[in-house]
């Protein structure tokens, strides 16, 4: 059962353009909801995070925004540059509790060309 | 992130052979985590453990063994190694006490099952 669905897989845009990548969950008791970065030959490495107290998160040209009633959240890359290429991770999890562990989508490999 | 690491960083290795990957912590985390990443699938829990005596299946635990030596390192072993265990394995680390809950991700070893 995939909790988490990640869409599109891979997504080409160009320098200065905007990229968006979604993903969807089923869980309801979800309330964290980071982003992970992996650039070639690293780990992923925490990008940004929201929990769905708000509804959208801005650090810098990367913004989150948390739908909550449709079980939905997005990463949104503005100006996106070529340095942005990386496969991104979205993830949720139930915080805090002792069980706590990431449920991650599958990934999407964003190009950003020249 | 260089308060994980991992060894080895590249592994080719035949089928039936035993292979132990090693990760160790500088950040002083309860947990650690084993994940395997394959092309499209993304970032699959192996193993988890939230102490020294606490140890738990992930959702690809088959096929897999894990020893948790220390707080600061946490192994993965292939008992009997098979071409489909061919993946990027990434250690990862995260607090207990974080109000974050990130996970801190090692290198990455990449594992050749022939």
């Known amino acids: 059962q995939q909790q988490v669905k990640q869409s599109p897989q891979s997504l080409i845009v160009q320098k200065g353009g905007i990229s968006i990548i979604n993903c969807a969950y089923e869980?309801?008791?979800?309330?964290?909801f980071p982003w992970y970065q992996q650039f070639p030959g690293k780990g992923p490495a925490l990008l940004i995070a929201i929990r769905p107290d708000v509804s959208e998160k801005k650090e810098g040209r990367f913004t989150i925004s948390f739908n909550k009633s449709a079980k939905q959240f997005s990463l949104h890359i503005m100006d996106s540059q070529p340095g942005d290429s990386a496969t991104y991770f979205c993830a949720a999890t139930v915080s805090g509790g002792s069980n706590y562990k990431l449920t991650f989508g599958k990934g999407t490999l964003l190009t950003v060309n020249p | 992130d260089a308060d994980v690491t991992q060894t080895p960083r590249n592994r080719i290795t035949k089928t039936g052979k035993r292979i132990m990957l090693e990760c160790s912590q500088t950040?002083?985390?309860?947990?650690m985590y084993w994940y395997r990443q394959d092309p499209g699938l993304g970032l699959r829990l192996i193993y988890y453990?939230?102490?020294?005596?606490?140890?738990n299946k992930g959702e690809i635990s088959d096929g897999y063994s894990v020893s948790r030596q220390a707080q600061a390192k946490f192994s993965l072993s292939l008992e009997s190694a098979i071409p489909n265990q061919t993946a990027l394995y990434f250690c990862a680390t995260s607090d207990r006490l974080g109000a974050t809950d990130t996970q801190y991700f090692g290198p990455g070893t990449r594992l050749t099952v022939l």
């Open positions: 453990s939230f102490d020294v005596k606490d140890i």
């Open positions: 950040k002083g985390h309860d947990r």
């Open positions: 869980n309801t008791a979800f309330d964290y």
